[in-house]
Protein backbone atom coordinates (compact mmCIF):
# COMPACT_ATOMS: atom_id res chain seq x y z
CA UNK A 1 0.00 0.00 0.00
CA UNK A 2 2.98 2.22 1.13
CA UNK A 3 4.33 1.62 -2.35
CA UNK A 4 1.60 2.46 -3.94
CA UNK A 5 1.03 5.49 -2.42
CA UNK A 6 4.71 6.40 -3.25
CA UNK A 7 4.30 5.56 -6.56
CA UNK A 8 1.41 8.14 -7.02
CA UNK A 9 3.48 10.35 -5.43
CA UNK A 10 6.35 10.26 -7.80
CA UNK A 11 3.71 10.23 -10.83
CA UNK A 12 2.16 13.19 -9.47
CA UNK A 13 5.39 14.56 -9.03
CA UNK A 14 6.69 13.84 -11.97
CA UNK A 15 3.44 14.85 -13.80
CA UNK A 16 4.87 18.78 -12.70
CA UNK A 17 7.53 18.18 -15.52
CA UNK A 18 5.43 17.38 -18.11
CA UNK A 19 6.43 19.07 -21.27
CA UNK A 20 4.59 22.40 -21.75
CA UNK A 21 3.36 20.90 -25.15
CA UNK A 22 1.53 17.56 -24.51
CA UNK A 23 -0.44 20.76 -22.05
CA UNK A 24 -1.08 22.64 -25.66
CA UNK A 25 -2.11 19.46 -27.16
CA UNK A 26 -4.90 18.37 -24.65
CA UNK A 27 -6.65 21.77 -24.97
CA UNK A 28 -6.37 22.15 -28.54
CA UNK A 29 -8.40 18.43 -28.86
CA UNK A 30 -10.54 19.90 -25.91
CA UNK A 31 -11.68 22.72 -28.34
CA UNK A 32 -11.35 20.56 -31.72
CA UNK A 33 -13.43 17.54 -30.23
CA UNK A 34 -16.23 19.31 -29.63
CA UNK A 35 -16.61 21.57 -32.54
CA UNK A 36 -15.99 18.98 -34.82
CA UNK A 37 -18.74 17.03 -33.13
CA UNK A 38 -20.66 19.43 -31.61
CA UNK A 39 -22.95 16.81 -30.95
CA UNK A 40 -21.98 14.60 -28.88
CA UNK A 41 -21.63 17.28 -25.92
CA UNK A 42 -24.42 19.75 -24.96
CA UNK A 43 -24.30 21.42 -21.80
CA UNK A 44 -27.12 24.09 -21.20
CA UNK A 45 -26.26 27.88 -20.67
CA UNK A 46 -27.87 29.48 -18.17
CA UNK A 47 -28.96 33.22 -18.29
CA UNK A 48 -26.91 35.73 -15.39
CA UNK A 49 -28.14 38.39 -14.37
CA UNK A 50 -26.49 41.11 -16.18
CA UNK A 51 -26.95 39.59 -19.66
CA UNK A 52 -30.66 39.76 -18.70
CA UNK A 53 -30.19 43.37 -17.29
CA UNK A 54 -28.85 44.22 -20.99
CA UNK A 55 -31.67 42.01 -22.75
CA UNK A 56 -34.40 44.27 -20.67
CA UNK A 57 -32.82 47.30 -21.05
CA UNK A 58 -32.74 47.08 -25.15
CA UNK A 59 -35.87 45.64 -25.13
CA UNK A 60 -37.56 49.10 -23.01
CA UNK A 61 -36.49 50.62 -26.45
CA UNK A 62 -39.45 52.09 -28.35
CA UNK A 63 -39.82 52.58 -32.41
CA UNK A 64 -37.69 55.49 -33.78
CA UNK A 65 -35.54 55.27 -30.48
CA UNK A 66 -31.92 55.96 -31.25
CA UNK A 67 -29.06 53.99 -30.60
CA UNK A 68 -25.20 54.30 -30.88
CA UNK A 69 -22.91 51.57 -31.36
CA UNK A 70 -19.77 51.54 -30.53
CA UNK A 71 -17.60 49.23 -31.96
CA UNK A 72 -13.96 48.66 -30.21
CA UNK A 73 -12.40 45.29 -31.35
CA UNK A 74 -10.48 43.58 -34.02
CA UNK A 75 -9.99 40.49 -35.93
CA UNK A 76 -8.10 39.26 -32.76
CA UNK A 77 -10.80 39.42 -30.47
CA UNK A 78 -13.78 39.09 -32.38
CA UNK A 79 -15.04 35.35 -31.46
CA UNK A 80 -15.75 36.77 -28.56
CA UNK A 81 -17.88 40.08 -29.42
CA UNK A 82 -18.99 39.53 -32.65
CA UNK A 83 -21.80 37.03 -31.91
CA UNK A 84 -23.08 39.87 -29.66
CA UNK A 85 -22.88 42.56 -31.99
CA UNK A 86 -24.97 40.45 -34.30
CA UNK A 87 -27.47 39.70 -31.46
CA UNK A 88 -27.74 43.57 -30.42
CA UNK A 89 -28.18 44.37 -33.94
CA UNK A 90 -30.79 41.98 -34.38
CA UNK A 91 -32.47 43.37 -31.20
CA UNK A 92 -32.25 46.32 -32.11
CA UNK A 93 -34.07 46.01 -35.71
CA UNK A 94 -36.67 43.89 -34.64
CA UNK A 95 -37.70 47.14 -32.51
CA UNK A 96 -37.51 49.40 -35.03
CA UNK A 97 -34.82 51.32 -33.47
CA UNK A 98 -32.63 53.60 -35.25
CA UNK A 99 -29.07 52.88 -35.10
CA UNK A 100 -26.13 54.72 -35.30
CA UNK A 101 -22.24 52.54 -35.44
CA UNK A 102 -19.27 54.16 -34.90
CA UNK A 103 -16.04 52.79 -35.06
CA UNK A 104 -13.01 54.08 -32.33
CA UNK A 105 -10.63 50.96 -33.03
CA UNK A 106 -9.13 51.01 -36.80
CA UNK A 107 -10.35 47.41 -37.19
CA UNK A 108 -13.61 48.59 -35.76
CA UNK A 109 -14.41 49.72 -39.25
CA UNK A 110 -14.75 46.14 -40.79
CA UNK A 111 -16.32 44.87 -37.27
CA UNK A 112 -18.71 47.38 -37.89
CA UNK A 113 -19.61 46.63 -41.63
CA UNK A 114 -19.51 42.67 -41.16
CA UNK A 115 -21.89 42.90 -38.42
CA UNK A 116 -24.25 45.23 -40.31
CA UNK A 117 -23.79 43.23 -43.62
CA UNK A 118 -24.39 39.61 -41.77
CA UNK A 119 -27.65 40.99 -40.58
CA UNK A 120 -28.54 42.51 -43.87
CA UNK A 121 -27.37 39.36 -45.46
CA UNK A 122 -29.72 37.06 -43.51
CA UNK A 123 -32.89 39.36 -45.24
CA UNK A 124 -34.47 38.87 -41.43
CA UNK A 125 -35.28 42.29 -41.52
CA UNK A 126 -36.13 45.05 -43.67
CA UNK A 127 -34.00 47.32 -43.32
CA UNK A 128 -31.84 50.30 -45.56
CA UNK A 129 -29.20 52.32 -44.84
CA UNK A 130 -29.60 56.00 -44.02
CA UNK A 131 -33.09 54.73 -43.53
CA UNK A 132 -32.65 52.41 -40.19
CA UNK A 133 -28.45 52.62 -39.94
CA UNK A 134 -25.53 54.87 -40.48
CA UNK A 135 -22.61 53.94 -40.27
CA UNK A 136 -19.77 56.74 -39.25
CA UNK A 137 -16.42 56.03 -40.48
CA UNK A 138 -13.65 55.65 -37.53
CA UNK A 139 -11.35 58.49 -36.74
CA UNK A 140 -8.76 58.10 -34.44
CA UNK A 141 -8.30 59.70 -30.93
CA UNK A 142 -10.26 57.37 -28.96
CA UNK A 143 -11.34 59.20 -25.88
CA UNK A 144 -11.28 62.95 -27.55
CA UNK A 145 -13.66 60.92 -30.21
CA UNK A 146 -15.46 59.93 -26.99
CA UNK A 147 -16.13 63.42 -25.54
CA UNK A 148 -16.13 64.97 -29.38
CA UNK A 149 -19.37 62.57 -29.58
CA UNK A 150 -20.75 64.04 -26.39
CA UNK A 151 -20.64 67.55 -27.27
CA UNK A 152 -20.37 67.92 -30.99
CA UNK A 153 -20.59 64.88 -32.99
CA UNK A 154 -20.43 67.43 -36.09
CA UNK A 155 -17.47 69.10 -35.63
CA UNK A 156 -15.60 65.71 -35.78
CA UNK A 157 -18.10 63.71 -38.46
CA UNK A 158 -19.26 65.49 -41.38
CA UNK A 159 -19.61 62.66 -43.57
CA UNK A 160 -20.96 58.68 -43.09
CA UNK A 161 -18.51 55.50 -44.17
CA UNK A 162 -19.40 55.96 -47.62
CA UNK A 163 -18.41 59.63 -48.08
CA UNK A 164 -22.31 61.07 -48.15
CA UNK A 165 -22.78 64.00 -46.04
CA UNK A 166 -24.55 63.82 -42.91
CA UNK A 167 -26.86 66.60 -43.60
CA UNK A 168 -27.68 64.67 -46.63
CA UNK A 169 -29.21 61.70 -44.29
CA UNK A 170 -32.74 62.41 -42.91
CA UNK A 171 -31.98 60.06 -39.94
CA UNK A 172 -29.16 62.02 -39.01
CA UNK A 173 -31.30 65.37 -38.24
CA UNK A 174 -31.37 66.46 -34.74
CA UNK A 175 -28.40 64.26 -34.02
CA UNK A 176 -25.59 66.18 -32.64
CA UNK A 177 -24.16 65.22 -29.58
CA UNK A 178 -24.27 62.25 -27.34
CA UNK A 179 -27.71 63.48 -25.50
CA UNK A 180 -29.73 63.21 -28.69
CA UNK A 181 -29.04 59.34 -28.47
CA UNK A 182 -31.44 57.45 -26.07
CA UNK A 183 -29.20 54.56 -25.58
CA UNK A 184 -25.62 53.62 -26.34
CA UNK A 185 -24.11 50.07 -26.84
CA UNK A 186 -20.45 49.91 -26.06
CA UNK A 187 -18.90 46.34 -27.76
CA UNK A 188 -15.20 46.79 -26.69
CA UNK A 189 -12.04 44.74 -26.57
CA UNK A 190 -9.93 47.17 -25.16
CA UNK A 191 -8.92 50.98 -24.69
CA UNK A 192 -10.80 52.82 -25.63
CA UNK A 193 -13.79 51.02 -24.29
CA UNK A 194 -16.78 51.00 -21.92
CA UNK A 195 -14.92 52.78 -18.67
CA UNK A 196 -14.13 55.62 -21.71
CA UNK A 197 -18.18 55.88 -22.45
CA UNK A 198 -18.66 55.80 -18.96
CA UNK A 199 -16.02 58.84 -17.63
CA UNK A 200 -16.25 60.99 -21.40
CA UNK A 201 -19.92 60.79 -22.35
CA UNK A 202 -22.78 58.81 -20.46
CA UNK A 203 -22.16 59.82 -16.51
CA UNK A 204 -21.91 63.27 -17.53
CA UNK A 205 -24.41 63.86 -20.11
CA UNK A 206 -26.71 60.95 -18.26
CA UNK A 207 -27.28 58.61 -21.61
CA UNK A 208 -27.80 55.11 -20.34
CA UNK A 209 -25.13 52.76 -21.75
CA UNK A 210 -24.51 48.80 -22.17
CA UNK A 211 -21.63 46.69 -22.67
CA UNK A 212 -20.21 43.76 -24.15
CA UNK A 213 -16.79 43.12 -23.88
CA UNK A 214 -14.15 40.77 -24.00
CA UNK A 215 -13.57 37.99 -21.16
CA UNK A 216 -10.45 39.94 -20.20
CA UNK A 217 -12.46 43.30 -19.23
CA UNK A 218 -14.91 42.22 -16.92
CA UNK A 219 -13.03 42.16 -13.41
CA UNK A 220 -12.66 45.97 -14.42
CA UNK A 221 -15.77 46.70 -15.80
CA UNK A 222 -18.08 45.20 -12.91
CA UNK A 223 -17.67 47.85 -10.74
CA UNK A 224 -19.77 50.64 -12.70
CA UNK A 225 -22.02 47.90 -13.47
CA UNK A 226 -22.80 47.59 -9.98
CA UNK A 227 -22.80 51.17 -9.29
CA UNK A 228 -25.62 51.39 -12.21
CA UNK A 229 -22.99 53.64 -14.34
CA UNK A 230 -22.94 50.58 -16.88
CA UNK A 231 -26.45 48.82 -17.10
CA UNK A 232 -25.41 45.51 -17.31
CA UNK A 233 -22.53 43.83 -19.24
CA UNK A 234 -22.51 40.82 -21.86
CA UNK A 235 -19.24 39.26 -20.52
CA UNK A 236 -17.36 37.34 -23.09
CA UNK A 237 -18.51 34.25 -25.34
CA UNK A 238 -21.11 33.15 -22.71
CA UNK A 239 -22.14 36.62 -21.97
CA UNK A 240 -22.26 36.53 -26.08
CA UNK A 241 -24.09 32.93 -26.01
CA UNK A 242 -26.81 33.82 -23.32
CA UNK A 243 -27.83 37.07 -25.12
CA UNK A 244 -28.24 35.33 -28.34
CA UNK A 245 -30.16 32.91 -27.09
CA UNK A 246 -32.55 35.19 -25.36
CA UNK A 247 -32.89 37.23 -28.78
CA UNK A 248 -33.57 34.11 -30.58
CA UNK A 249 -36.40 33.02 -27.83
CA UNK A 250 -37.69 36.67 -28.32
CA UNK A 251 -37.78 36.85 -32.23
CA UNK A 252 -39.46 33.68 -32.16
CA UNK A 253 -42.04 34.87 -29.97
CA UNK A 254 -43.40 37.95 -32.39
CA UNK A 255 -46.08 37.67 -34.11
CA UNK A 256 -46.29 39.21 -37.24
CA UNK A 257 -43.56 42.26 -36.50
CA UNK A 258 -43.53 44.80 -39.32
CA UNK A 259 -39.97 45.18 -39.44
CA UNK A 260 -39.10 41.46 -39.77
CA UNK A 261 -39.10 39.30 -43.07
CA UNK A 262 -41.92 36.40 -42.26
CA UNK A 263 -40.77 33.92 -44.87
CA UNK A 264 -37.03 34.12 -43.31
CA UNK A 265 -36.40 31.48 -40.00
CA UNK A 266 -34.63 33.08 -37.31
CA UNK A 267 -31.41 30.83 -36.56
CA UNK A 268 -29.64 30.71 -33.29
CA UNK A 269 -26.02 32.31 -33.26
CA UNK A 270 -22.63 31.41 -33.53
CA UNK A 271 -21.75 31.76 -29.54
CA UNK A 272 -24.40 29.40 -28.42
CA UNK A 273 -22.12 26.22 -30.29
CA UNK A 274 -18.81 27.41 -29.02
CA UNK A 275 -20.49 27.48 -25.35
CA UNK A 276 -19.56 23.51 -24.97
CA UNK A 277 -16.06 23.98 -26.61
CA UNK A 278 -15.34 26.66 -24.23
CA UNK A 279 -16.95 24.50 -20.96
CA UNK A 280 -14.83 21.65 -21.91
CA UNK A 281 -11.58 23.71 -21.90
CA UNK A 282 -11.94 25.14 -19.00
CA UNK A 283 -12.90 21.99 -16.83
CA UNK A 284 -9.50 20.89 -18.61
CA UNK A 285 -7.70 24.08 -17.33
CA UNK A 286 -8.98 23.46 -13.57
CA UNK A 287 -8.34 19.91 -13.71
CA UNK A 288 -4.82 20.77 -14.40
CA UNK A 289 -4.59 23.90 -12.45
CA UNK A 290 -5.08 21.30 -9.31
CA UNK A 291 -2.40 18.67 -10.48
CA UNK A 292 -0.12 21.44 -10.69
CA UNK A 293 -0.92 22.50 -7.06
CA UNK A 294 -0.38 18.69 -6.07
CA UNK A 295 2.78 18.17 -7.63
CA UNK A 296 4.06 21.30 -6.75
CA UNK A 297 3.10 21.03 -3.28
CA UNK A 298 4.76 16.88 -2.73
CA UNK A 299 7.48 18.44 -4.78
CA UNK A 300 7.98 21.21 -1.69
CA UNK A 301 7.05 18.83 0.65
CA UNK A 302 10.04 16.18 -0.88
CA UNK A 303 13.03 19.06 -0.59
CA UNK A 304 11.89 20.16 2.76
CA UNK B 1 -10.50 33.37 -56.86
CA UNK B 2 -8.98 35.87 -55.07
CA UNK B 3 -11.91 34.83 -51.91
CA UNK B 4 -10.06 31.46 -52.22
CA UNK B 5 -6.69 33.51 -52.39
CA UNK B 6 -7.80 34.92 -49.19
CA UNK B 7 -8.41 31.77 -47.04
CA UNK B 8 -5.72 30.12 -47.82
CA UNK B 9 -3.79 33.15 -46.45
CA UNK B 10 -6.03 32.83 -43.64
CA UNK B 11 -5.23 29.33 -43.02
CA UNK B 12 -1.40 29.27 -44.32
CA UNK B 13 -0.73 32.49 -41.38
CA UNK B 14 -3.09 30.70 -38.67
CA UNK B 15 -1.07 27.83 -38.97
CA UNK B 16 2.39 29.62 -39.11
CA UNK B 17 1.18 31.15 -35.58
CA UNK B 18 0.29 28.17 -33.91
CA UNK B 19 3.54 26.11 -35.53
CA UNK B 20 5.80 28.23 -32.35
CA UNK B 21 4.51 25.82 -30.34
CA UNK B 22 6.23 23.24 -31.72
CA UNK B 23 9.01 25.68 -31.46
CA UNK B 24 10.19 28.65 -33.21
CA UNK B 25 10.44 28.26 -37.14
CA UNK B 26 10.75 30.36 -40.18
CA UNK B 27 6.64 29.95 -40.56
CA UNK B 28 6.27 31.49 -37.02
CA UNK B 29 8.68 34.20 -37.87
CA UNK B 30 7.66 35.28 -41.31
CA UNK B 31 3.65 35.47 -40.11
CA UNK B 32 4.61 37.57 -37.03
CA UNK B 33 6.87 40.39 -39.61
CA UNK B 34 3.65 40.00 -41.81
CA UNK B 35 1.65 40.56 -38.97
CA UNK B 36 3.17 43.63 -37.55
CA UNK B 37 3.84 45.49 -40.65
CA UNK B 38 0.31 44.90 -41.97
CA UNK B 39 -1.14 46.49 -38.44
CA UNK B 40 1.00 49.48 -38.85
CA UNK B 41 0.17 49.98 -42.55
CA UNK B 42 -3.08 49.34 -42.26
CA UNK B 43 -3.44 51.59 -39.13
CA UNK B 44 -1.62 54.54 -40.56
CA UNK B 45 -3.47 54.69 -44.11
CA UNK B 46 -6.90 55.10 -42.34
CA UNK B 47 -5.67 57.11 -39.75
CA UNK B 48 -4.49 59.29 -42.36
CA UNK B 49 -7.35 59.18 -44.81
CA UNK B 50 -10.01 58.72 -42.32
CA UNK B 51 -9.16 61.51 -39.57
CA UNK B 52 -6.09 63.82 -40.74
CA UNK B 53 -7.33 64.24 -44.31
CA UNK B 54 -10.87 65.37 -43.63
CA UNK B 55 -10.93 66.48 -39.82
CA UNK B 56 -7.09 68.35 -40.67
CA UNK B 57 -7.03 69.03 -44.20
CA UNK B 58 -10.56 69.28 -44.71
CA UNK B 59 -10.60 72.60 -42.51
CA UNK B 60 -7.25 74.01 -44.09
CA UNK B 61 -8.33 73.11 -47.95
CA UNK B 62 -11.88 72.95 -47.59
CA UNK B 63 -13.12 73.26 -51.55
CA UNK B 64 -9.99 70.99 -52.54
CA UNK B 65 -11.14 68.13 -49.63
CA UNK B 66 -14.58 68.17 -49.94
CA UNK B 67 -15.39 66.72 -45.81
CA UNK B 68 -18.09 68.83 -45.69
CA UNK B 69 -16.03 71.04 -43.33
CA UNK B 70 -15.80 74.93 -43.61
CA UNK B 71 -12.22 76.92 -43.54
CA UNK B 72 -10.82 77.35 -39.93
CA UNK B 73 -7.00 78.69 -39.56
CA UNK B 74 -6.96 77.56 -36.14
CA UNK B 75 -6.17 74.80 -37.06
CA UNK B 76 -3.04 75.17 -38.41
CA UNK B 77 -1.66 74.66 -35.01
CA UNK B 78 -2.64 70.99 -34.81
CA UNK B 79 -1.03 70.73 -38.23
CA UNK B 80 2.17 72.48 -36.71
CA UNK B 81 2.32 70.10 -33.67
CA UNK B 82 2.15 67.18 -35.88
CA UNK B 83 4.69 68.69 -37.55
CA UNK B 84 6.49 69.21 -34.66
CA UNK B 85 6.01 65.76 -33.42
CA UNK B 86 8.19 64.07 -36.80
CA UNK B 87 11.19 66.05 -35.50
CA UNK B 88 11.53 62.75 -33.10
CA UNK B 89 13.54 61.58 -36.38
CA UNK B 90 16.06 64.52 -36.46
CA UNK B 91 18.82 64.32 -33.03
CA UNK B 92 19.42 68.55 -34.35
CA UNK B 93 15.77 69.47 -33.41
CA UNK B 94 13.80 66.83 -31.36
CA UNK B 95 13.73 69.31 -28.43
CA UNK B 96 10.73 70.44 -31.37
CA UNK B 97 8.71 67.11 -30.70
CA UNK B 98 8.64 67.95 -26.85
CA UNK B 99 6.18 70.88 -27.64
CA UNK B 100 4.03 68.20 -28.78
CA UNK B 101 4.12 65.75 -26.13
CA UNK B 102 3.76 68.28 -23.49
CA UNK B 103 0.34 69.43 -25.26
CA UNK B 104 -0.74 66.09 -25.49
CA UNK B 105 0.39 65.48 -21.56
CA UNK B 106 -1.52 68.32 -20.27
CA UNK B 107 -4.71 68.44 -22.30
CA UNK B 108 -5.25 64.45 -21.76
CA UNK B 109 -4.20 65.23 -17.86
CA UNK B 110 -6.47 67.95 -17.40
CA UNK B 111 -9.53 66.12 -18.79
CA UNK B 112 -8.46 62.75 -16.82
CA UNK B 113 -8.38 64.40 -13.71
CA UNK B 114 -11.98 66.01 -14.22
CA UNK B 115 -13.68 62.60 -15.76
CA UNK B 116 -11.83 60.06 -13.13
CA UNK B 117 -12.87 62.26 -10.27
CA UNK B 118 -16.42 62.44 -11.40
CA UNK B 119 -17.31 59.02 -12.31
CA UNK B 120 -14.36 56.66 -10.85
CA UNK B 121 -13.82 58.35 -7.23
CA UNK B 122 -17.20 60.07 -6.55
CA UNK B 123 -19.31 58.08 -8.10
CA UNK B 124 -18.22 54.60 -6.77
CA UNK B 125 -17.46 56.28 -3.18
CA UNK B 126 -21.44 56.65 -3.42
CA UNK B 127 -21.88 52.83 -4.86
CA UNK B 128 -19.66 51.46 -1.86
CA UNK B 129 -21.73 52.66 0.50
CA UNK B 130 -24.31 50.53 2.82
CA UNK B 131 -28.25 50.92 1.25
CA UNK B 132 -30.27 50.20 4.85
CA UNK B 133 -33.35 50.43 2.81
CA UNK B 134 -32.91 46.60 0.96
CA UNK B 135 -32.88 43.24 1.30
CA UNK B 136 -31.32 41.25 3.92
CA UNK B 137 -29.23 40.33 0.75
CA UNK B 138 -28.45 43.46 -0.39
CA UNK B 139 -27.29 44.89 2.94
CA UNK B 140 -24.96 41.69 3.17
CA UNK B 141 -23.63 42.65 -0.31
CA UNK B 142 -22.72 46.03 0.18
CA UNK B 143 -21.20 45.08 3.58
CA UNK B 144 -19.25 42.79 1.76
CA UNK B 145 -17.79 45.94 -0.61
CA UNK B 146 -17.25 47.93 2.01
CA UNK B 147 -15.42 45.52 3.65
CA UNK B 148 -13.41 45.10 0.18
CA UNK B 149 -12.76 48.62 -0.43
CA UNK B 150 -11.85 49.86 2.79
CA UNK B 151 -9.27 46.66 3.72
CA UNK B 152 -8.40 46.67 0.05
CA UNK B 153 -7.23 50.45 0.50
CA UNK B 154 -5.56 49.67 3.93
CA UNK B 155 -3.30 47.29 1.97
CA UNK B 156 -1.79 50.23 -0.02
CA UNK B 157 -1.43 52.39 3.04
CA UNK B 158 2.11 52.64 3.39
CA UNK B 159 2.24 55.28 5.74
CA UNK B 160 2.38 53.24 8.83
CA UNK B 161 3.93 49.81 9.46
CA UNK B 162 1.00 46.72 8.83
CA UNK B 163 0.77 45.60 12.32
CA UNK B 164 -1.60 44.95 14.90
CA UNK B 165 -5.36 45.62 13.58
CA UNK B 166 -3.97 47.57 10.80
CA UNK B 167 -2.16 44.75 9.53
CA UNK B 168 -5.21 42.29 10.21
CA UNK B 169 -7.35 44.56 8.22
CA UNK B 170 -4.58 44.63 5.74
CA UNK B 171 -4.26 40.82 5.33
CA UNK B 172 -8.13 40.63 4.56
CA UNK B 173 -7.46 43.45 1.44
CA UNK B 174 -5.34 40.71 0.95
CA UNK B 175 -6.92 38.17 0.87
CA UNK B 176 -10.26 40.05 -1.54
CA UNK B 177 -7.29 41.27 -3.78
CA UNK B 178 -6.35 37.41 -4.48
CA UNK B 179 -10.02 36.66 -5.24
CA UNK B 180 -9.81 39.58 -7.70
CA UNK B 181 -6.83 38.17 -9.14
CA UNK B 182 -8.16 34.87 -9.20
CA UNK B 183 -11.47 36.22 -11.06
CA UNK B 184 -9.32 37.88 -13.61
CA UNK B 185 -7.21 34.88 -14.24
CA UNK B 186 -10.08 33.02 -14.83
CA UNK B 187 -11.71 35.30 -17.59
CA UNK B 188 -8.38 35.68 -18.85
CA UNK B 189 -8.21 31.80 -19.50
CA UNK B 190 -11.80 31.99 -21.14
CA UNK B 191 -11.10 34.66 -23.55
CA UNK B 192 -7.71 33.42 -24.60
CA UNK B 193 -10.10 29.86 -25.05
CA UNK B 194 -12.38 31.93 -26.99
CA UNK B 195 -9.94 33.08 -29.52
CA UNK B 196 -8.28 29.72 -29.72
CA UNK B 197 -12.07 28.53 -30.86
CA UNK B 198 -12.56 31.23 -33.67
CA UNK B 199 -9.39 29.99 -35.00
CA UNK B 200 -10.46 26.34 -34.87
CA UNK B 201 -13.62 27.14 -36.40
CA UNK B 202 -12.40 28.71 -39.56
CA UNK B 203 -10.01 25.61 -39.81
CA UNK B 204 -12.77 23.49 -39.76
CA UNK B 205 -14.51 25.55 -42.14
CA UNK B 206 -11.71 25.64 -44.79
CA UNK B 207 -11.20 21.98 -44.55
CA UNK B 208 -13.79 21.57 -46.71
CA UNK B 209 -13.94 20.77 -50.52
CA UNK B 210 -14.99 24.15 -51.77
CA UNK B 211 -12.04 25.52 -50.43
CA UNK B 212 -9.58 22.17 -51.66
CA UNK B 213 -9.05 21.25 -48.45
CA UNK B 214 -6.86 24.26 -47.34
CA UNK B 215 -6.49 23.16 -43.87
CA UNK B 216 -5.19 19.64 -44.06
CA UNK B 217 -3.08 20.63 -47.24
CA UNK B 218 -1.63 23.33 -45.86
CA UNK B 219 -0.92 21.44 -42.92
CA UNK B 220 1.05 18.22 -44.66
CA UNK B 221 3.09 20.88 -46.63
CA UNK B 222 4.17 22.76 -43.67
CA UNK B 223 4.92 19.58 -41.21
CA UNK B 224 6.79 18.32 -44.06
CA UNK B 225 9.09 21.47 -44.36
CA UNK B 226 9.53 21.85 -41.07
CA UNK B 227 10.46 18.52 -40.52
CA UNK B 228 12.85 18.50 -43.17
CA UNK B 229 14.40 22.02 -41.67
CA UNK B 230 14.45 20.26 -38.49
CA UNK B 231 16.29 17.51 -39.89
CA UNK B 232 18.88 19.33 -41.61
CA UNK B 233 19.66 21.32 -38.50
CA UNK B 234 19.48 18.84 -36.29
CA UNK B 235 22.53 19.80 -34.42
CA UNK B 236 21.24 22.61 -33.26
CA UNK B 237 17.87 21.74 -31.52
CA UNK B 238 14.90 23.78 -31.56
CA UNK B 239 13.97 26.72 -29.23
CA UNK B 240 11.29 25.33 -26.85
Not at chain 1, 267 to 277: L, N
Not at chain 2, 120 to 142: A, C, E, M, P, R
Amino acid sequence: MTKLFTNIKNYLIDLGKLDRRYIFLLIGLSVLIPLMKPNWINIPIKTTNNSQIVFNELNKLNEGDRVLVSFEYGASTKPEIHPMSVAVLQHLFSKGVKVYTVPLWPEGLMMAKYAIQEVVDSKLFNIKEHVDYVSLPYKAGGEIIIRGIATDLRSIFTQDVNNILLKEIPMMKGVNRVSDFDFVFDLSAGVPGNAEWVQFACDEYKVPLSSGCTSIMVTDAIPYVESGQIRGILAGMPGAAEYEQMVFKYLNSLDKNKYMNPDIAVVPGKATSRMSAQSIAHVLMVVFIILGNISYYLLRRRAE
Amino acid sequence: MYELIGVWCVVLLTLSIFSYLYGDNPFYKAAEHIFVGVSAGYVFTITFWDTIWPNLFGRLFPKYVGAGFSFDITYIFPLILGVFMLFRLSKKYDWLSRISIAYIVGMMAGLKFYVFLNSNLLTQIKSSTVNLSGTYFSIFNDLIILVGVISGLVYFFFSKEHTGALGKISRIGVYFLMIKFGASFGFAVMGRISLLIGRFEELIEFSKPEYYYSTPVTLLIMIMIIGYWAYKDNTKPLEK
